[in-house]
């Protein structure tokens, strides 16, 4: 197998890179050819590899592809997720080269999706070709690979609810997470929801005179800084009344288990440049960006930022804002929760609208499962360390929603690290992670298959 992979090293490469320079960006419109382009090549790749059927399925927003080799209907069945969206590569002129033409610089592929999630879903259509070609395939395998996860997967539900038969599976397996280190191989067992909401503060008719109305006339930029700074007392806490009501605490054994995995709080900083790091007291870094919910303002705007100055009181003031989730939080009800404070804490001088953009459920899954058991013992066979269990701070929409509709566990078995800068200008994915990844894929199969026929 690894001759294989070996022999067809530099076309699986020269495939990914190809895929990379397809500016597929769900969020905005302008890129919706891209997204037709990349499903069409994400279909004829899962064809070629030897998929039995590949289709593509449409959506009210973005394509579905959807293919599968069902081998033997006696042997379990493994469906793959994955997503060919990627996030626009704003801000373009802080990137070294350009987004969607990609480099190799020392051993690592520099283009927006490298990781997230081109590089990481490929790796299991070389793994699936790989195992085909070799005759070592162990299971039946479908797999999903859609294009609006970077926006929030809304059309995702429908499409699964209707296609409840097509994706009936065992398992699911994604690698759209991360690893502590190449030297520390890891696994997520959990992932935050998200509730995601866009807030307007509106004052005065019209943009007026700073100096004829200023110190008379509410300041919708003012007050929403006010409101928002009022969100979160002085130790981290969020305000909003009810908002920890449903927060799963960890046991203090859980906790320590979190905190025993290998984190350099120097290290962390000195990689961010910053001098301290920040959060809800009484929790560490570790806690704080997994296990506790947060609330963030992602953007913000109002007024007059042209060049030089303006003396002018705007009439309005915006914000998006974002909650990450923890069980067992949803996003509903932390919507309705924000939404209701929100509107509570807005002086009369001014009105305030609240508009919920997208959301997902928190996640978690046991380690002593059959499917995890496979990850851990395919990582160790692959990385030669025994793959630590831990729990991520980012969120994937669906994988709630397949344990809802399909009634089963996804295994987050990622490859990314820290420094791929997913989301970041210059994001980039290690060559090492990408063989390693086509490498380890195959072992999971074949231990899954072991495991479901001592069972
Ligand atoms: N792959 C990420 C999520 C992720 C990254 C999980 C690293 C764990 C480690 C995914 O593509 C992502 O960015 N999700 C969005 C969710 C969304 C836009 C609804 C997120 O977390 O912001
Ligand atoms: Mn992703
Ligand atoms: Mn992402």
């Known amino acids: 197998m690894n001759n294989y992979i070996e022999k067809h090293r530099d076309r699986f ?12 960006v769900s969020a905005d419109s302008k890129f919706k050819p891209d997204m037709l382009r990349a499903a069409e090549y994400v279909k004829d790749r899962i064809k ?27 042997l379990p069945t493994v469906l793959i997720y994955g997503h060919y969206d990627v996030q626009p590569a704003d801000p373009y002129e802080l990137w070294n080269s350009p987004p969607f033409e990609p480099v190799i610089k020392n051993d690592r592929i520099f283009a927006r999706g490298a990781c997230d999630d081109k590089g990481q879903f490929y790796m299991h259509i070389k793994a699936l ?11 039946n395998v479908k797999i999903m690979i859609e294009g609006e996860e970077e926006i929030g997967s809304s059309h995702l539900e429908t499409f699964v609810k209707e296609h409840r038969e097509m994706l009936k599976c065992d398992t699911i397996l994604i690698s759209d997470t ?11 067992t959990g992932l935050r929801g998200l509730t995601y909401v866009e807030v307007e503060v509106i004052g005065a008719n019209r943009d007026l005179h700073s100096g004829v109305y200023g110190g008379g006339v509410a300041n919708p930029i003012n007050i929403l800084c006010d409101m928002i700074s009022s969100l979160k007392d002085e130790n981290g806490h969020i305000t909003i009344p009810g908002f920890y009501d449903n927060v799963q605490d960890l046991t203090t054994e859980e906790r320590n288990a979190l905190n025993s995995a290998p984190f350099d709080l120097d290290e962390y900083k000195k990689d961010l440049q910053v001098d301290d790091v920040t959060g809800e007291a009484g929790y560490t870094t570790i806690e704080r960006t997994s296990v506790r919910p947060t609330l963030d303002v992602n953007g913000i705007w109002g007024g007059y930022i042209g060049e030089g100055a303006k003396t002018v009181l705007p009439s309005k003031a ?28 807005a002086p009369a001088s001014v009105k305030v609208k609240v508009t919920p953009h997208h ?6 899954t046991p380690t002593d499962s059959i499917e995890y058991k496979a990850a851990e013992m395919a990582m160790e066979e692959s990385f030669g360390k ?8 980012g969120s994937i929409p ?14 987050l078995m990622g490859f990314g690290l820290d420094i791929d800068a997913l989301h970041s200008p210059n994001e980039s994915y290690g060559l090492f992670n990408y063989y390693k990844g086509i490498e380890t894929i195959p072992l999971f199969f074949k231990h899954y298959a072991e495991l479901k026929s001592k069972k």
């Open 13 to 24: 490469l020269n495939e990914l890179l190809d895929l990379l320079r397809i500016p597929s």
């Open 48 to 74: 070629e590899a030897g998929a039995d059927r590949v289709e593509i399925y449409e959506t009210p927003g973005h394509p579905v592809v959807y293919g599968e080799k069902i081998i033997d209907a006696g």
């Open 129 to 139: 070709e790989t195992m085909l070609a070799t005759g070592s395939l162990a299971c």
């Open 178 to 188: 991360s690893i502590i280190a190449n030297d520390v191989p890891s696994i997520e």
């Open 318 to 345: 915006s914000a998006k804002v974002s909650m990450r989730l923890v069980p067992n939080q949803t996003d509903q009800e932390i919507c309705a929760l924000f939404t209701k404070h929100f509107e509570s804490i």
């Open 359 to 364: 959301g997902g459920l928190p996640y978690v």
């Open 386 to 393: 025994k793959p630590i269990p831990t729990r991520g701070g």
């Open 398 to 411: 669906i994988v709630a929603l397949f344990e809802q509709e399909l009634g089963r566990k996804s295994i």
